[in-house]
Structure formats: C-alpha cells, structure tokens
C-alpha cells in the first residue's frame, strides 16, 4: 500500500530526466503545479523543445549524470526511455531522500512513489482533481475514465454547498420532447450542479425524480389555455434565485429558442447581470415527426420546412406540398390553420399527420389530408401536446400506403389502429391511423 499525498510544489525545482513524448503529460502537469522543472536528456521531442524555447522548463541537453543532477530537487520524475538510466536516477534520488516517479508507461519497480491518475472536476465552487491510485496503471486508467465519464455526464451530484450572492447562475436547458434519454450531456451535467431546477409541463419530468431532496424543483407547468405561471413570473423567479446567489436550471421541452420563449428568460436573467447559459435541445418540431417515421425534408420529396405555431393565424408559407409545414401548438385551431393553408392554395389531397403525446409511450398518430384532417382528429379526439406535420413527406410514414389503399373512402370517417416499430427504441409504438 502507498500512501496518497498531493505535493505542493509552487516555486519548487524538480528535476525530470527524460525527454521524450511519455514525459511531456508530466511536464505540463509540474507547470501548471508551477513548479520549476529541470530536463536532463540528450535529446528531446518537439514539445519538449518548445518549452525549452519559451524558458518554460530548464534543459540540460546531455546524458543524466547522477546525483549531483538531482541536488536540491524536491521530486525526480524519471522515463528517460533507458532502463539503465532510470535505475541510476531512481536509486540515486532514494540515496538523496528525494521521492522519484516514474512517467506512466515506463517501469516503476525501482520508483519510490507513484503518479496517480487523474481527472478534473469542475464544480460550481471550483475544480476538484480526482486521483486514483493502483500499482496496475491500467486498472487505474479505466477507473479514472469511468469516473470523468460519470462526471461528464451528470451522474455526480456536483451542487454548491451554500449559495453566495453574486455567484448565481442560470441555463436554459432544452430538454427535448419528453423522454429523459433525449436530453443532452451538457445538460445533465448542469442538473447535476442546479440548486434550484424550474420545470416545464413538456420537460423530461422523469429526470427530477432522480434529484437530491436537496434540489428545490418549481414547476411552472403550462396546461394550453391555463397559464398556471405567467412568463413574468417565470423570468422574476429566475432573477430572484439567481441573484440569491443560487445555480439555477431552467428545464425546458424541446429547444428553449424554438416556440419556448428562451430569448424572454435569457434578456430578463441578463437586464441583471446573472450569467446565462443556453443548452439546445432536441426540438419536438423534428423529433416527433422523426418518432411517427416522417422527415421533415427529404430528398426528391421536400427541400425546406416552416416551424410555426399553430396557436395564432397562419403566417404566409410556401404554397407547394413540397413544402413541409410543422405547427406546434395546433391542436386548437386545427380546422382553421387547414382551412388558411387551402385558402393559401395547398391543395385538399396534401398529406397531414398529427402527432399526439411523440416519442412517449403512448405516442398516436392520425393521419388524413388537409380536406379531412380537421374530421378526423375530431373523430379520434386530438388532444395536446401534439405535433401537426403537412406536406408530401407525411406519404413517408410507414404504412402510409397500407393505409391508404386498404380503407375505403366511404368508411374515411372510422378510426383505425395500426403500429409501427419505432426506430429510436426498437419497440413497437401503437398508433391509431384515421382515414
Ligand atoms: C410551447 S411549444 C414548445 C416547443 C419546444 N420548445 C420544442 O422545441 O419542442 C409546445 C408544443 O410543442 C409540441 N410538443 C412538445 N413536445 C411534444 C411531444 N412529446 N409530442 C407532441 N408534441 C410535442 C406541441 O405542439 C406543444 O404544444
């Protein structure tokens, strides 16, 4: 057994004997320890020879020459890559009472102290370095690997241990469209130091059961039509917390610029200074269509899509069905935006696909044309959150033909259920198809 210490070694001379590339991990390590290192080698690589340049490090360009080049050294750091030099220096060091290393990677039988592997983590109350320690460096290897990957990926809970004023913070972080396995890296890593956590009705809700007590979760939860929490109120929250000195993360469906009205909580949280940050997400306008087999461009099929909300009138859109049209926010006003797009002069037989509830376990999907989708979904009962997808891309979802040519026109207005595998998953996904 060793015993694991952390040296101090500002303003102190080491000495590295060695100078090639399996010592410049080390060597940068000592520089940013500051201590003051002194190379001896014949020769050395490029990176070596750059810091020697910049008088970064001290380099003695000849063979290592015993004790009297380790005087006054408070570490030897040895891999000279010569295994009858770094038997002198290891052993001339221990005469010296001075600990030696070896570099990773060179043989440390004869070394009196180890280097331990190591990763960073940056918290919001500053860097820790983790260390491991195994005389296998292997094993070492992959344990600290498997630690910065847990780090990494928000699995560690990294919160700050008292909030100070001044210090707050806050991340719009886009958790995508429901499902906690499309939210991303970044921002788990950032749920993982939130103190606070202020959440959407359309977040992926699953990850906040998995939160310290300790975390103070506020749903803002919007229902359509019952805006529990007003925006205003939202954005104060944000600043107030914030400004209390407290890492706050605001979970958002989707992408929080898309229909999500990030911009609104970014300019509030910056009008008072608190640092923000914006973490994309997946957006439901690509990814729900994506969840019922629809791409929403598609070569030969359409070259373009239009993201509008579906809660207002139908802004202006390109006319062709080539042309792909996603109104989020749709339900509501499904019969009047079909009614503008026909008026716009889409024709009645342009392919339409509402979405309900995607990517979820209980995903369904209607599909019908812009004559007959607003029927259908009443048929069916279309409800929120939903996802309306019109163009010709909507004939390449699986089974569209089936669909199409199994039912006859005069039962148009029986709902039907078919499934699909879904590809994400590689579950099946019921989904009831009215035509
Ligand atoms: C206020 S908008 C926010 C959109 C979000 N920023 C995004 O990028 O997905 C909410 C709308 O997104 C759509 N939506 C979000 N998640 C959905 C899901 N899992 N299935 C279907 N529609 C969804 C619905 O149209 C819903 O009314």
């Known amino acids: 057994m060793t015993l694991p210490v952390g040296l101090d070694l500002d303003g102190r001379r080491v000495v590295v004997v060695g100078g090639g590339p399996t010592v410049v991990p080390v060597v940068h390590d000592l520089l940013a320890a500051?201590?003051?290192?002194?190379?001896?080698?014949?020769?050395?690589?490029?990176?070596?020879?750059?810091?020697?340049?910049?008088?970064?490090?001290?380099?003695?360009?000849?063979?290592?020459?015993?004790?009297?080049?380790?005087?006054?050294?408070?570490?030897?750091?040895?891999?000279?890559?010569?295994?009858?030099?770094?038997?002198?220096?290891?052993?001339?060091?221990?005469?010296?009472?001075?600990?030696?290393?070896?570099?990773?990677?060179?043989?440390?039988?004869?070394?009196?102290?180890?280097?331990?592997?190591?990763?960073?983590?940056?918290?919001?109350?500053?860097?820790?370095?983790?260390?491991t320690h195994s005389p296998d460096d292997l094993l070492a290897l992959d344990v600290t690997r498997a630690v910065a990957l847990h780090l990494e990926t928000g699995g560690v809970d990294l919160r700050r241990r008292s909030p100070r004023p001044g210090t707050g913070w806050v991340a719009l972080v886009g958790g995508g469209p429901g499902t906690d396995d499309l939210l991303?890296?970044?921002?788990?890593?950032?749920?993982?130091?939130?103190?606070?956590?202020?959440?959407?009705?359309?977040?992926?809700?699953?990850?906040?059961?998995?939160?310290?007590?300790?975390?103070?979760?506020?749903?803002?939860?919007?229902?359509?039509?019952?805006?529990?929490?007003?925006?205003?109120?939202?954005?104060?929250?944000?600043?107030?917390?914030?400004?209390?000195?407290?890492?706050?993360?605001?979970?958002?469906?989707?992408?929080?610029?898309?229909?999500?009205?990030g911009g609104e909580e970014r300019l509030a949280c910056e009008a008072h200074g608190i640092p923000v940050e914006v973490v994309p997400g997946v957006t439901s306008a690509v990814a729900v269509p994506a969840a019922a087999g629809i791409p929403v461009t598609h070569r030969g099929v359409a070259r373009g899509f239009t993201v509008v909300t579906g809660h207002d009138e139908l802004p202006a859109v390109p006319p062709g069905t080539?042309?792909?049209?996603?109104?989020?926010?749709?339900?509501?006003?499904?019969?009047?935006?079909?009614?503008?797009?026909?008026?716009?002069?889409?024709?009645?037989?342009?392919?339409?696909?509402?979405?309900?509830?995607?990517?979820?376990?209980?995903?369904?999907?209607?599909?019908?044309?812009?004559?007959?989708?607003?029927?259908?979904?009443a048929v069916v009962g279309v409800a929120n959150p939903a996802v309306v997808v019109i163009g010709d891309v909507v004939r390449l979802a699986p089974d569209w033909d089936t669909i199409v040519h199994e039912v006859e026109p005069a039962h148009s207005e029986r709902a039907r259920?078919?499934?699909?595998?879904?590809?994400?998953?590689?579950?099946?996904?019921?989904?009831?198809?009215?035509?």
């Open 34 to 131: 500051r201590a003051l290192v002194d190379l001896v080698a014949p020769w050395v690589c490029e990176d070596v020879a750059a810091l020697a340049v910049r008088d970064e490090i001290g380099w003695h360009g000849r063979e290592y020459a015993g004790c009297t080049d380790l005087l006054d050294a408070w570490l030897v750091v040895v891999g000279s890559d010569d295994v009858t030099t770094d038997t002198a220096a290891h052993t001339d060091a221990e005469r010296l009472r001075t600990w030696s290393v070896a570099v990773p990677g060179t043989s440390s039988d004869t070394a009196t102290a180890r280097l331990p592997r190591t990763t960073v983590a940056t918290t919001p109350d500053g860097a820790v370095t983790v260390a």
């Open 184 to 261: 991303t890296t970044r921002g788990r890593r950032l749920l993982a130091a939130a103190d606070v956590v202020v959440a959407d009705r359309l977040a992926p809700r699953a990850v906040l059961a998995h939160l310290p007590a300790t975390v103070r979760v506020i749903d803002v939860g919007k229902e359509p039509g019952r805006h529990t929490v007003p925006q205003e109120a939202v954005n104060d929250l944000l600043v107030a917390e914030a400004l209390a000195g407290r890492g706050v993360v605001r979970l958002k469906g989707g992408d929080p610029y898309v229909l999500g009205r």
């Open 322 to 377: 080539d042309h792909t049209v996603v109104l989020l926010m749709g339900v509501g006003r499904l019969a009047r935006s079909a009614a503008a797009l026909l008026a716009a002069g889409r024709p009645a037989d342009c392919p339409v696909a509402v979405i309900e509830r995607g990517l979820l376990p209980d995903q369904r999907v209607t599909v019908g044309t812009l004559g007959d989708i607003a029927a259908a979904a």
């Open 417 to 435: 259920s078919t499934s699909w595998s879904d590809p994400l998953r590689g579950r099946w996904v019921g989904a009831a198809v009215s035509r």
